[in-house]
């Protein structure tokens, strides 16, 4: 089976992660409404031309792999907590840190697996991590960190409540603000399992995940995902 996956600048904006399949076998696929006297013949020959007679119809073939989960290597656990007044509901951060954590096209795609525990968050050390949900003046206390921006120190991988809830000015619309907050979990994450920062490779790539996109995106399109040779990085990085 061919399948076509639409990059991540593609995928449609709803809370939950899509990929359009489109599967070809010898079986003499239905080619689409208006399709070519090329794609008509491709889909008879059932090869892979059908997918690039396609392109034109359901757009970009290529683009930053999605890629599936791999078999789980690592098992880690964290819990949520939270620091200062929170707005922000509650419920939903820790959805969202479980969702982005669950998704193939994230640090999962290393073999990694998170598991969030419901303990106190009185007790330190109880899990691998914290992932806080935190006020401004919170992140400030630490070292290297700073108010404007969400930060990782230590165990504390922090997500600034000011960031959550607005982004950074010049964020895209695509995609938006909740890619934003899919970006920034996954980066200050990255850190903890042992990453650095990287740079936009060229101008127009998608932006590597571990690069400072709250600062600038430095020519490359706002990506939400670690690029592959950065899923390849962590598998060596990851504690």
């Avoid at 968050?121 to 070292?143: H, K, Q």
């Avoid at 938006?176 to 899919?182: D, S």
């Avoid at 490779?201 to 995106?217: H, K, T, W």
Wanted: hydrophobic letters at 35%; a positive charge.
């Amino acid at each position: 089976m061919t399948s076509i996956c639409m990059p991540p600048h593609a995928w449609p904006a709803t809370d939950k992660p899509e990929i359009l399949v489109i599967s070809m076998t010898a079986n003499r696929p239905t080619p689409r409404p208006g399709a070519t006297q090329a794609v008509r013949r491709a889909a008879r020959r059932g090869t892979l031309a059908v997918a690039l007679a396609l392109a034109p119809v359901v757009g970009p073939v290529v683009g930053e792999f999605s890629g599936s989960a791999e078999a789980t290597t690592r098992t880690y656990t964290y819990k949520v907590c939270y620091k200062g007044t929170i707005v922000a509901s509650k419920p939903y951060f820790q959805k969202f840190v479980a969702a982005t954590y669950a998704d193939s096209r994230g640090w999962r795609r290393a073999g990694i697996r998170f598991v969030r525990k419901d303990y106190t968050c009185t007790r330190l050390g109880n899990t691998d991590f914290t992932v806080y949900l935190a006020v401004p003046s919170y992140i400030d206390n630490f070292a290297g960190c700073s108010a404007t921006y969400s930060c990782r120190s230590g165990r504390h991988v922090m997500i600034n409540q000011a960031r959550w809830r607005h982004a950074v000015s010049f964020w895209p619309s695509t995609p938006g603000r909740h890619g934003y907050r899919r970006m920034v979990v996954n980066h200050e994450t990255g850190h903890w399992l042992g990453q650095q920062h990287r740079y936009c490779p060229r101008r127009g790539a998608n932006a590597p995940v571990m690069q400072q996109q709250s600062i600038s995106l430095q020519g490359c399109r706002a990506h939400v995902w670690p690029l592959s040779r950065e899923i390849d990085s962590v598998r060596q990085t990851m504690p």
